[in-house]
């Protein structure tokens, strides 16, 4: 898809600040200069009002940085319209970072100091000396997450490196505190080497309740996730993998009340097998699903193709009961479900009139799904993608900031299988069946309802696991 087709939104936005003279019909012109250019107006703010002279703050979404440019050159180019300044809202939004550190006690006095620091503080030393569990009473652990990562597999952007990758964890860190009172705190390591890895969040584990894992590449955050759930006694929760599988099973035990179809009958066609992919696949399984279909670049994965790497060749083991061969085209037929997790423009409507009845879509891909909606919707019972824009965002923020609390709240040691499934089938059960309707199979990211029912079906399914150390 042309980049000229994105809708505007506010992570392009900008702040024109702009000299218009004071004469009739003058505002106008400009914000139909925006408008023809196929920019969002916001916000129209008077900054300086003279005879002669009003400075306006104008709010603009836009598409990207070349279409932004684009409407500034249109203003530039206006008789009577003079361009002060132009802000990047976003840029603007993450100055100095987004995280700070606050002190949850006050240190006015000479007595508070004592309690906090020298001398007091050795008393709290030695009492987590020889009660270590302790430090989960008595230290930041309690309530702390540690958001690491690589840098090797930034959102859609690849291998960046983990300086380039600290805004990313920063905003994990800003969602698990601003949705579930969770601290999180960003760590992006220089080193791609698994050993290295494992090693250094091992030695960095003492100060946190649990390790969420970001933005690390596939087949090597596998190996990662293994080792240091062996290794340690907090939970360690990969989120591109398993917080993706949540939130689509979640949207899909909702999508299945509205084509009134089961688990077990469903033939589903995932594109995309790399970490997300599956994970999902492994949860669609718990689930009860048992026809998926895994198709790359080549078709449909078998265990007869000699081309595959070791990941693929596992997962080709574990799928494609019928072993289907041929293109995705080929496999779509008799679908009850797609979900994609792999990029734009994948399938057509054609692929869809393939499907079964009430066919079910999930295009997942960032920015661009795997296919756009106002395509499929004619032809699709359901449909959900992971943007903001659409109905049916599949979002992982909708998992992994409940999942957290709870898991803490009853001092995990791990994150089973049972957690993840309950912390799904919370999510769905968000919306009552009265509300259900194909454009709402999620609940939005703001119902605070969700972290709240997450947190407390992840206690009791640790509770139920033996993993809990604690009841929350």
């Not at 008799?334 to 066919?359: C, N, T, Y």
């Amino acid at each position: 898809m042309d980049s000229n087709e994105y809708l505007p939104t506010a992570s392009n936005s900008i702040t024109a600040r702009i000299a218009i003279q004071n004469q009739p019909g003058m505002l106008a012109q400009v914000t139909s200069a925006i408008g023809a250019r196929g920019g969002n107006i916001g916000a129209i703010d008077i900054v300086q009002a003279r005879d002669s002279l009003l400075v306006r703050d104008i709010t603009i979404n836009t598409r990207s940085d070349a279409h932004a440019h684009e409407i500034i050159s249109a203003l530039s180019g206006l008789e009577g319209v003079r361009v002060i300044n132009v802000s990047d809202r976003t840029f603007l939004l993450h100055l100095g970072g987004k995280l700070e550190v606050n002190s949850k006690a006050p240190l006015r006095t000479r007595d508070q100091l004592s309690m906090a620091y020298t001398p007091g503080v050795a008393r709290v030393c030695e009492a987590i000396h020889d009660r270590p569990e302790d430090a989960h009473r008595l230290t930041i652990k309690s309530n702390t997450v540690a958001v690491v990562s690589d840098g090797s597999a930034v959102l859609g952007l690849g291998d960046i490196g983990p300086e380039a990758a600290i805004p990313v964890m920063e905003g994990k860190a800003q969602l698990l505190k601003e949705f579930a009172g969770v601290n999180g705190f960003p760590i992006c390591l220089d080193t791609t080497d698994v050993d290295e890895i494992v090693e250094t969040i091992i030695r960095l584990a003492p100060v946190f309740g649990a390790i969420n894992l970001e933005d690390i590449g596939a087949p090597r955050c596998f190996e990662i996730e293994d080792r240091l759930r062996e290794a340690l006694d907090i939970p360690v929760f990969h989120d591109d993998q398993h917080g993706t599988a949540v939130v689509a099973v979640a949207a899909l035990l909702n999508a299945l009340k509205i084509v009134d179809k089961t688990p077990e009958e469903l033939k589903v066609v995932m594109v995309g097998i790399g970490a997300a992919g599956t994970a999902v696949t492994h949860m669609m399984q718990s689930l009860g699903v048992e026809n998926i279909v895994g198709v790359d670049r080549k078709g449909a994965v078998t265990p007869e193709r000699t081309d595959l790497n070791p990941a693929k060749a596992r997962y080709a083991a574990m799928t494609n009961p019928n072993r289907e061969t041929g293109s995705l085209s080929e496999v779509m037929r008799g679908a009850d479900v797609f979900v994609g997790l792999s990029g734009p423009d994948v399938i057509g409507v054609e692929d869809l009139k393939r499907m079964a009845r009430d066919p079910i879509v999930f295009a997942m891909a960032n920015p661009t799904p795997e296919i756009m909606p106002e395509k499929a919707y004619p032809h699709v019972a359901v449909m959900a993608t992971g943007r903001s824009d659409y109905p049916n965002q599949i979002n992982n923020v909708l998992c992994f900031p409940g999942l957290f609390k709870g898991a803490l709240a009853c001092r995990a040691t791990a994150i089973t299988d049972e957690m993840k499934m309950a912390a799904a089938h919370a999510i769905a059960d968000a919306i009552d069946e009265k509300s259900l309707t194909a454009d709402y199979i999620v609940p939005s990211v703001f119902d605070q309802e969700v972290v709240r029912r997450v947190s407390e079906a992840v206690q009791h399914a640790a509770t139920h696991n033996g993993v809990a150390r604690k009841r929350g």
